[in-house]
T-cell receptor
Framework: TQLLEQSPQFLSIQEGENLTVYCNSSSVFSSLQWYRQEPGEGPVLLVTVVTGGEVKKLKRLTFQFGDARKDSSLHITAAQPGDTGLYLCAGPPRGSDMRFGAGTRLTVKP | DAGVIQSPRHEVTEMGQEVTLRCKPISGHDYLFWYRQTMMRGLELLIY????????DSGMPEDRFSAKMPNASFSTLKIQPSEPRDSAVYFC??????????FGEGSWLTVV
């Protein structure tokens, strides 16, 4: 069982559509991070959320940390083919050991 | 900065052989992580170091795996003997005080 459960596992949409992916846990996290990984490369940090209820925006990407700090969501508005990739959430359950979810593999078709 | 540097980038080896993966973290970073990524299990934390000291190796699959960090600028992950089920991408990553984690490009291991 994953400490961080991500859904959906796979998502294929058309360019211009909106989407939301989720990261859930039964544990409370001091912070959660979102990374994007492209084929043949390592994950790259997109954002860190720290405060319960926090919302952060990065261009067309909106990240939210749940009030109880157990879950997070990533919403993409008007998805583009360049958004294609594996989206991973991560958090330190014991303060310094960064654990990752299994990821959502997003494909945006032109 | 050059980023996290891993070698080799790709390795194909026969079952039973010893495999050594190398990592140079970003200068000044105090945390170093080794992860393994497969389609089935995702990104698994194998072991991590803080100031060159191993903190948690509970993710190391079994005694065939070992990791060392003799100094702040170098770490190795060794598999001996290797088995086909060890085939995966192995990532080294580093960070400063558990903020942004910077990943290397990975070492793609195939054991035949």
């Amino acid at each position: 069982t994953q400490l961080l459960e991500q859904s959906p596992q796979f998502l294929s949409i058309q360019e211009g559509e909106n989407l939301t992916v989720y990261c859930n846990s039964s544990s409370v996290f001091s912070s959660l991070q979102w990374y994007r990984q492209e084929p043949g490369e390592g994950p790259v940090l997109l954002v860190t959320v720290v405060t319960g209820g926090e919302v952060k925006k990065l261009k067309r990407l909106t990240f939210q940390f749940g009030d109880a700090r157990k879950d997070s969501s990533l919403h993409i508005t008007a998805a583009q083919p360049g958004d294609t990739g594996l989206y991973l959430c991560a958090g330190p359950p014991r303060g310094s050991d960064m654990r990752f979810g299994a990821g959502t593999r997003l494909t945006v078709k032109p | 900065d050059a980023g996290v540097i891993q070698s080799p980038r790709h390795e194909v080896t026969e079952m039973g052989q010893e495999v050594t993966l190398r990592c140079k973290p970003i200068s000044g970073h105090d945390y170093l992580f080794w992860y393994r990524q497969t389609m089935m299990r995702g990104l698994e934390l194998l072991i991590y170091f803080n100031n060159n000291v191993p903190i948690d190796d509970s993710g190391m699959p079994e005694d065939r795996f070992s990791a060392k960090m003799p100094n702040a600028s170098f770490s190795t992950l060794k598999i001996q003997p290797s088995e086909p089920r060890d085939s995966a991408v192995y990532f080294c990553a580093s960070s400063l005080r558990i903020n942004t984690i910077y990943f290397g490009e990975g070492s793609w291991l195939t054991v035949v």
